[in-house]
């Protein structure tokens, strides 16, 4: 079975602090995903990585960035963590480039920024 | 912009009952589409995946179709039980683009009561 984990359920953080979030998978997937998740809203992308090392921004980069040394890592990094960045942070990964591959997602991460 | 559109937002039924979720979209050319069940506090989890010429597909008690003429699909639950009480998110890709151009519904979220 394919495992997708992430550092942390729950997080509270203070505004202005640097926020790291952690995500492993353990299927030696090439493509890796962050999306917030919000009430009322579908899954938004944030930034993608097919490639260690590579990094592409999504519909939503403003305020994130992200680092992928190994390829079993996917790190989203909060610079400087604001009250609108409270959100259900969802990591997911997937093979090939095929349209077709399911993406498999992480429990997910609850930030809370106050 | 490509848009899915899910109805009902929120759904209440009776233990063994069916129930059938709507899915719209305007996503075009379109390859696949996927719906997912996420549990509370977990990530989302594929359920069915449908290409542009299918028209349905079933995995145990849920069955999806699809009619691309008209951009929609139904996700249609039967027999209910309480562990089907979950968010139902419909995923269309594009034609063109990869994992990254996935476009996210909203969810209908389901709960199912004794």
């Known amino acids: 079975d394919v495992k997708v984990t992430q550092s942390s359920r729950y997080l509270v953080k203070r505004t202005g602090e640097k926020v790291f979030l952690e995500c492993v998978q353990d299927?030696?997937?090439?493509?890796m995903f962050w999306y917030r998740q919000d009430p009322g809203l579908g899954l938004r992308l944030i930034y993608f990585s097919y490639d260690v090392k590579m990094k592409e921004k999504g519909d939503i980069p403003e305020g994130y960035s992200v680092s992928r040394e190994k390829k079993e890592r996917f790190s989203l990094i909060l610079e400087s963590a604001s009250t609108n960045q409270t959100s259900m942070y969802l990591c997911a990964s997937s093979t090939g480039t095929a349209v077709y591959n399911e993406q498999f997602f992480g429990p997910g991460t609850r930030l809370t920024v106050l | 912009k490509n848009q899915v559109e899910q109805s009902p937002q929120s759904l209440i039924i009776l233990e063994g009952k069916n129930c059938t979720l709507q899915?719209?979209?305007?996503?075009?050319?379109?390859?696949?589409l996927r719906w997912y069940k996420q549990d509370t506090g977990r990530g989302p989890v594929s359920l069915t995946i449908?290409?542009?010429?299918?028209n349905t597909k079933s995995n145990g008690r849920y069955t999806a179709t699809l009619d691309a003429d008209t951009k929609q699909s139904s996700l249609h639950i039967t027999a209910s039980q309480l562990s089907d009480s979950a968010s139902y998110i419909c995923v269309v890709t594009p034609l063109t683009g990869g994992g990254n151009k996935l476009t996210f519904g909203t969810g209908t979220q389901l709960k199912v009561e004794l």
């Open positions: 899915c719209n979209y305007t996503v075009s050319p379109f390859s696949n």
């Open positions: 299927m030696d997937h090439e493509n």
């Open positions: 449908m290409t542009f010429s299918e």
